[in-house]
């Protein structure tokens, strides 16, 4: 048991310092998660209200890991370019560009400094998972703001952990009153597209069926 909870110590203690050093780079520059890739170039770009923005649907980046989601972000003084392969990475290039003119905007005037930003995911996939069946059962609007904000750390899934609380058409009343419906459901799967995250389900069974079972029919 010692050693057990020695290397889950240690573990933790090793990534929340590579987390740490991955993401003092990115703290420099606004953008979260960390970018993969800053270039820092001499010269800055001054810009009041809408910066200029040329956007590039372009065959392939300098990129080999998961580059239908990775773009690339270039600063100059003149303008802003942002490079992608697909809708995905375009979405994420102006999420980034965003952060970054909250992080150096001052009134009315944003200073971006010039950069070269070549970004992608590590992982293919990254998400969330909210227990629903213990405790109060979030409402729609809660959910929506936990969708928006995983938006803003690039995340692309969320999976919701159920065990009773789904509404069932054949057998709804297993379900609270306050369960969650197939109707509300897809307005979530909508809701979520927009940030190009997708909706996993995940209906526990067995071992996790004693709410259910407490029924008796």
């Known amino acids: 048991m010692k050693r057990t909870f020695t290397v889950i110590v240690c573990l933790i203690a090793l990534t929340i310092t590579a987390l740490t050093n991955n993401n003092v780079l990115g703290q420099t520059v606004g953008i979260i998660p960390s970018p993969q890739q800053v270039e820092m170039r001499s010269g800055t770009y001054i810009f009041s209200g809408e910066p200029q923005v040329e956007n590039r649907l372009v065959a392939s980046l300098p990129i080999t890991t998961n580059m239908d989601q990775g773009y690339t972000l270039e600063v100059t003084p003149q303008k802003v370019i942002l490079s992608y392969t697909t809708e995905v ?6 999420l980034s560009l965003q952060q970054m003119i909250d992080y150096y905007k001052s009134g009315d005037a944003c200073s971006l400094p010039c950069m070269l930003i070549t970004d992608y995911p590590a992982l293919k996939y990254r998400g969330w998972m909210d227990d629903i069946s213990r405790g109060p059962i979030p409402n729609m609007d809660f959910l929506k703001r936990e969708i928006s904000t995983m938006a803003q750390y690039k995340m692309n899934f969320f999976n ?6 789904f509404k069932l058409d054949k057998y709804p009343d297993i379900a609270p009153t306050d369960g969650l419906t197939a109707e509300e459901i897809k307005e979530l799967e909508a809701f979520a597209a927009q940030y190009h995250i997708e909706i996993f389900g995940n209906q526990q069974c067995l071992a996790h069926a004693e709410k259910t079972l407490r029924i008796p029919f």
Not at 160 to 165: I, R
């Open 160 to 165: 919701l952990y159920t065990e009773h609380v």
């Open 89 to 94: 990475g375009q979405y994420y290039a102006n």
